[in-house]
């Protein structure tokens, strides 16, 4: 699979081995394949610029290097993704040619290659720092559920495009209308990414834990695109295997 050279957009997995809920994550078969593999070949099939991988674990890098991918090797001791994607973007482009940092996943292994795409249309407003996806949230059950981190944006449904207000794991806002599940990828302006990990860890930040704050309180701008559906996310080895019949069904 050819990977397209373009320097504009830089499309970065982060990956690591110690997950409390599901160690060895990346490396758990999915289809007869490591998960990570999944996710990075959709990233390249998304066709917007280079896509690497950037870990810690050289099990990690031997995967995506066999299958002819890049790798960016980071320290162990990184406390988020953001952080790692960092070093990694760093390293990997020290010219700093690339205008705009695609943070993906690496335990989002039925991603669509348009929803990648989708997370740039924030940032067609140049006022824009930050770039996220959002859906509409179709279980009841999901809008109480601490697990479920909604989105408070003024969206219109799939293919609409509005101001991140607030991220929360409460149901938000108040009063009949949709509920948006927010989706954990990020295209940063280049500028944004470096501001925001030097920023410190913010009040909300630690009372929601969801690090996205961290950049609203300091009053960078995150826009969300809100597409048809919600991407399969793999936390437990339950999901993998949800994971694998979504594959079974679309392939």
């Known amino acids: 699979m050819r990977q397209n050279k373009t320097d504009d957009i830089l499309i970065l997995i982060p990956a690591r081995m110690g997950s409390s809920r599901f160690p060895g994550k990346p490396l758990a078969p999915l289809a007869g394949e490591p998960m990570i593999l999944h996710v990075w070949r959709r990233a390249v099939a ?3 610029g280079r896509v690497a991988v950037a870990t810690d674990s050289d099990e990690i890098a031997a995967v995506i290097r066999a299958a002819g991918g890049t790798v960016v090797m980071t320290r162990a001791d990184h406390e988020s993704g953001s952080d790692r994607i960092f070093e990694a973007c760093q390293a990997l482009d ?23 795409r989708a997370v740039l249309q924030p940032l067609e407003d140049e ?5 996220t996806l959002a859906s509409i949230i179709t279980d009841p059950g999901e809008i109480t559920d601490s697990n479920v981190v909604k989105v408070v944006a003024a969206l219109g449904g799939p293919g609409s495009v509005a101001n991140a207000l607030y991220f929360t794991r409460s149901p938000a806002p108040y009063g009949q209308g949709p509920y948006y599940h927010h989706i954990g990828i990020y295209a940063y302006r280049r500028a944004a990414l470096k501001r925001f990990v030097e920023l410190p860890p913010s009040m909300l930040e630690r009372r929601e834990k969801l690090e996205q704050l961290r950049a609203l309180e300091a009053g960078m701008s995150i826009g969300a695109a809100c597409i048809d559906s919600f991407p399969l996310g793999v936390d437990t080895p ?10 079974e069904q679309t392939s």
């Open 46 to 48: 998304a066709d917007l």
């Open 94 to 116: 020290p010219e700093n040619r690339a205008r705009i940092v695609i943070n993906l996943q690496g335990d989002l292994p039925t991603i669509a290659p348009e929803a990648l």
């Open 127 to 131: 006022h824009c720092d930050i770039g």
């Open 238 to 247: 339950a999901d993998l295997i949800r994971a694998e019949r979504l594959l």
